[in-house]
């Protein structure tokens, strides 16, 4: 049972356009998400978070925004730079909890265009 | 300093072979994961330690066995592994809260580790 689904195993955009990647969860519980990138051959990378009491969140080219009627999370990234092409990790984890632990989803590669 | 450090960065070990894998950091952080990727997967849990002690561990066969000596070390001990244990293993680090709550986490670069 998959509780973060990102449906888009890829996705192609310009340079200098918008980047959306998409992202939903199926569990009502979780309260924080996150973003990772990850380039091959390296760790994952903390991008950005947004807890659930909020529907946006800015740092810098990326805004996430969260849709908890719908469950739903997207991340933008304006404009969208060559160093950008990487594998997006959407991410979610129900704070307090005992066990603690972040569920990924399967990730988006996001290939930035000349 | 935001680095977790991995060593070794690749691994090539056979069936009968006993390894370890070492991570490092230094931001205080008093929870520590282990973590195992396929390629193109997301990462796999494996193990949690929360203040030096293991606080998860996911039904991971006994052919793996963490340690954590202290607050900024964590080991992945090898030992009789399978080829399809071949993988990207990453070790994360965090704060933990008052209440258990994990802040975002740092991963390490990880080692790619084949197993013959």
């Known amino acids: 049972d998959q509780q973060v689904k990102q449906n888009s195993p890829s996705l192609s955009v310009q340079e200098g356009r918008i980047s959306i990647l998409n992202c939903d969860y199926t569990?009502?519980?979780?309260?924080?998400f996150l973003w990772y990138k990850k380039y091959p051959a390296e760790g994952p990378t903390f991008l950005i978070s947004i807890s659930s009491i909020k529907d946006k969140n800015e740092d810098g080219r990326f805004t996430v925004f969260l849709n908890k009627s719908a469950k739903h999370l997207s991340l933008h990234i304006v404009p969208s730079q060559p160093g950008d092409s990487a594998v997006y990790f959407c991410a979610a984890l129900k704070r307090g909890d005992r066990d603690d632990k972040i569920i990924f989803g399967k990730g988006t590669r996001l290939h930035i265009l000349p | 300093d935001t680095e977790v450090t991995q060593t070794p960065k690749h691994l090539v070990m056979g069936m009968t072979n006993k390894k370890s894998l070492k991570c490092e950091q230094h931001?205080?952080?008093?929870?520590m994961y282990w973590y195992k990727q396929k390629a193109k997967k997301p990462p796999e849990l494996m193990f949690v330690?929360?203040?030096?002690?293991?606080?998860i561990n996911e039904s991971v066969p006994s052919r793996f066995s963490p340690e954590c000596p202290n607050s900024s070390l964590l080991n992945l001990h090898l030992h009789a592994l399978q080829p399809e244990d071949s993988a990207l293993y990453l070790c994360a680090s965090s704060q933990l809260g008052l209440a258990g709550i994990s802040y975002e986490q740092y991963f390490g670069p990880g080692t790619r580790l084949t197993v013959t």
């Open positions: 569990n009502s519980m979780f309260d924080y």
């Open positions: 931001m205080g952080h008093r929870a």
């Open positions: 330690y929360s203040y030096e002690k293991l606080s």
